[in-house]
């Protein structure tokens, strides 16, 4: 179910009327709806459902409100957004959580200053529009993902005093644009306070004497971490979803309309159905791929095109979404499910939540959260002669693991202390052995490069490193799901053949 055409980051679902499910949600949404949310995914201590029990969920022939095609950013959060509304939910995706475009993105959250830039000069409302929102979304992606998303303060190096006042007097209006959901305030630092805090920086430039810097703050963010965290809130949430598993087919009636889909599991080769049970006008669908320029028919030229998302009726029954950003990710998910609700005469059990709902690992997690795995956890290894011996939980690795698993972390520490799985995959790197079996149990990790590539950044980072590593991550991931020789083979073919994709010249 793809497009060739302009594809665009966003997702495929089908929708029926009538499940109720377990949640107690108010009529309107509000705190109380919040609230019994939250108890949920809290009461489940952060462990999601396995995969098993997520195959059985869609193949029982139960039948779903929403089938979500594409486990990306839109994807996953419209699952989330639904299934926190009281819908019956499923998700597939047919390779990995956020393996396409979704983490390979700028891993910033921008609150749109080019935007204002061209809305001041053009005297455009409408791209001031996209920084309002954009600078609200920034703030709630933040927000619920602290442990992910920071701020990170942007130098703007000023080789003029015409420079120097132009940035300066741009990024005020920037921060008076933003109010209450401002980051920081942006300040401009002399020549000598710009090297000192940046000391690679040029003092020239094509003859040009640095002036200083002007620096202000947007978000930052580990993409595939942020995804694969949404899918697993999903998951707590009530959805059921499943990487590694492909639509091949829609089943119609007899009037034509889609009553379902035939999946394939691409890790087992098995195939079932999944049942929706819908009018001509409940089938919905939107399209995943990358990141295109939403079209604005208005617009005059390319350069007039807003980067924000529209969401367009393309004939009865489809929806499409095109669009939008890693930063409005969110307010993208619940504008399809308003429309699913819409053209799909679906009854939700309650109204939109995830403004303010916190991802897994948010729930407890401070910044010093590190010090408490630190001073509690030791670092239990395994030597080459088979002697368990105990080592200490550093700060780097501390800080890794609060910021890669927030209030989780203490599952991923306890895991190596208790099963002397607290060896570093790769020397120089915070990565642990304990993390390997965490993500397999509880973040949905079936491949080698699931581990490498999104559960951890470390083909992106260091594409040595990983290699030297992927013997020890395929060994363990075989310990938790039982691999036979072929299929360890296969693992570590595959993820060289991945790997040499980074090699200087042809990496991504």
Known sequence: MRRAALAASAVAFAVELGFQGDWAFSSKGGNHTLERVREKIEGSKGLVPCRKEQVASLSDGVVFDVLVVGGGATGSGVALDAATRGLRVGLVEREDFSSGTSSRSTKLLHGGVRYLEKAVFNLDYGQLKLVFHALEERKRVIQNAPHICHPLPTMTPCFSWFEVAYYWLGLKMYDLVAGPRILHLSRYYSVKAAVAVFPMLSRESHGRNLRGAVVYYDGQMDDSRLNIGVACTAALAGAAVLNHAEVISLHKDEQGCVIGACVRDNLTGKEFDVHTKVRHSDVLSAWSGIRPLATDPSAKDTASIRRDHIICVDCPGLITITG?????????????????????????????????????????????????????????????????????????????????????????????????????????????????????????????????????????????????????????????????????????????????????????
């Open 324 to 508: 939008g950003k890693w930063t409005t990710y969110r307010s993208m998910a619940e504008d399809a499910v308003d429309a699913a609700i819409k053209h799909g005469n679906l009854s939700p059990l309650g109204g939109c939540v995830t403004a303010n709902l916190p991802i897994i690992g948010a729930y407890g997690w401070e910044a010093s959260s590190f010090i408490a795995i630190a001073q509690n956890f030791l670092r239990m290894k395994v030597t080459r002669d088979g002697k368990t011996v105990p080592g200490t939980m550093d700060t780097p690795i501390a800080k890794h693991l609060s910021r890669a698993y927030g209030s989780m972390a203490m599952h991923v520490a306890a895991i190596a202390q208790n099963e002397s799985l607290g060896k570093r995959l790769a020397h120089g790197h915070p990565y642990m052995e304990a993390e390997v079996a965490y993500c397999a149990r509880n973040e949905y990790c079936e491949s080698a490069i699931d581990f490498i590539a999104r559960r951890t950044r470390l083909a992106f980072l260091d594409r040595n490193a990983a290699i030297r590593a992927l013997p020890r991550v395929v060994e363990l991931l075989t310990n938790e799901r039982g691999w036979g020789p072929e299929r360890q083979e296969k693992e570590m073919e595959d993820a060289l053949f991945f790997l040499a994709t980074f090699k200087s010249g042809t990496g991504l």
